[in-house]
Every structure is written in C-alpha cells, then in structure tokens.
C-alpha cells in the first residue's frame, strides 16, 4: 500500500478577469505521490509558485493541460524544459487535447513542435482514452466548454480514484465518469444563480455532486463573481443541498488522500475564507 496522494492547489483562480488581476493564482494543481508527480493545467504562474511553494518543476515526470485556454496551458512550455532537463533529455509525458497538441478551430497549437519533440511518451487524450503515468491509470473524461475539445481527468489509484472536471458545463450524463470517487476537484467559475453556458456554477456542481456522492469535493478555478459572492458561502450552501464535504480551495491548500480525506491550508491568499473549515 503506499502512502497516497497529495493534491497540491498551486493556484485557485479561473477565467479572464481573476488571471490579468491574480486575485487568485492560476498555477494549477500539482500531484504527488510514490512515483509520481504531475502537473495540470499549468496556467500563468505556474513555475514561479510552483518553485516558491518548494516544489521543484525539475521533478515533474507527467504534464497534463485539460484544454486550450491560457489559464490552464500557458506555462506548459518552461514546464516541459523543466521537465527534459533543459531539454537535454528526453523524457516525460504530456497528454491534452488535440487542440492543445495541433490547434483546432478555436485556437493555434498551445505549444511548440520544439517542446513537444523533447517529452517522451505524448498522448492525445479525448473522453474515455486512457493512459498510465507511474503506477496510475488515468482515463480521459467529458468536458463540454468553449473549447470543443476540452477533457477532465480521473485518477485510478490504489488508494482509490479521485478526478479533476476541467472547465466544463453540466450535461446529461457527465455524472457516469465520476462515480465512486474518493475526491471530486470541480471548476466551478459561477456562484449559484450566475449561470454561464460552457462552464459550471454552484447550481451545477450541486447537481454533479449529487448524482456522483464523492468522499469529499473541492471547488477550485473560481471566477471573479464567484469570488466577490464569496466561494465559502458556496460551499456551504453546495454541502447543504447534498451532504458532500466540500471546501473551497484557497491558494497552497493540500489535499491528501490517504486512509482518509484531508484538507490542510497553507498560507496563502483567501487563507481567512479557509478557516472555518479547519
Ligand atoms: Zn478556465
Ligand atoms: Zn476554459
């Protein structure tokens, strides 16, 4: 049995108007865990939190970007020269999108021809593609977004499965990629009546988080009406409707996934919104 998983929120912000003000970072989060450590969505920010919170992007073995928009891929080239040791070796895996691989018709590639030669294993990733990195598996999940081609993740591990929805809306059947998780990390840009097509707001996560019953959520990526409604409100109001422990993430917040579920902040912005959860 090994000794489980750390989910560490190097950012926790989402959407235009928190990016270009840092309200909250957009760093992303990293994974870390026996044999694995792993980056996604690495946004504006990410390498210098990631070095300032002590966690070298030179130990990154795995770098995944959920879709084409700046605050989930924009430091994913300086994480991949992390990554290949300067880009002297090649090593790592990237998985995303084919828009973020190729470009699509909504966006040029996201990273260069010069980047992607020098990772290892790359994995074009679209709903139900699986992959390993270490001893996990990963399965590709749904997102339906302004991104067409946009995906969440789902970690399989031995100490049980946890997953990440990426910026996504509520649809139909998103709940069948989702169940029996330990841990649910929801983008949840909107507070509750602020709807938004192609993204997620309270009202949604609580429809996703009732279909899906998770050990414990997380909502993380908030938007900048989210923030100024005030994400521990949303929270609370999101446990209320279902009975799922849920935080809202602040910045340097870990997750850790072991026997149990545990939620420990770190100093960072939003720290007094934390509180209350401790
Ligand atoms: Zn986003
Ligand atoms: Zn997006």
Not at 51 to 62: C, D, H, M, S
Not at 64 to 72: A, E, G, K, Q
Not at 88 to 107: D, F, I, N, W, Y
Not at 136 to 145: D, F, M, P, S, W
Request: charged letters at 25%; one cysteine or more.
């Amino acid at each position: 049995m090994s000794s489980g998983f750390r989910l560490i929120f190097l950012g926790t912000g989402g959407g235009r108007f928190v990016t270009i003000t840092q309200k909250r970072r957009t760093a992303g989060i990293r994974i870390i865990g026996e044999d694995l450590n792993l980056h996604l969505d690495p946004g504006p920010g990410a390498l210098v939190h990631s070095i300032e919170e002590g966690l070298n992007p030179q130990n990154v073995r795995a770098l995944l970007v959920s879709h084409c928009h700046p605050d989930h891929y924009t430091d994913a080239e300086v994480f991949i020269e992390a990554m290949t040791r300067g880009m002297t070796r090649k090593q790592g895996l990237l998985a995303a999108p084919k828009g973020v691989l190729h470009g699509s018709e909504v966006c040029e590639a996201s990273i260069s021809r010069y980047h992607r030669q020098m990772v290892e294993h790359e994995i074009q990733t679209r709903p139900g593609v699986q992959f390993e990195v270490g001893r996990i598996k990963v399965l590709t999940t749904e997102a339906r977004h302004t991104d067409p081609d946009a995906v969440g993740f789902r970690f399989e591990t031995e100490q049980g499965d946890f997953a990440y929805t990426s910026d996504t809306e509520y649809f139909g059947d998103i709940a069948k990629y989702y169940q029996g998780l330990r841990l649910l990390a929801l983008c949840v840009m909107r507070p509750s009546g602020k709807p938004w097509k192609g993204h997620m707001s309270t009202d949604d996560a609580i429809k996703i988080l009732s279909e899906t019953r998770p050990e414990r959520a997380v909502m993380t990526h908030l938007g900048m009406r989210m923030l100024l409604q005030g994400p521990k409100k949303e929270a609370q109001l999101i446990m209320e409707k279902t009975g799922v422990p849920t935080v809202a993430a602040v910045d340097g917040m870990i997750v850790r996934i072991a026997e149990t579920v545990t939620v420990q902040a770190r100093k960072g912005r939003g720290q007094e919104d934390f509180e209350n959860f401790l």
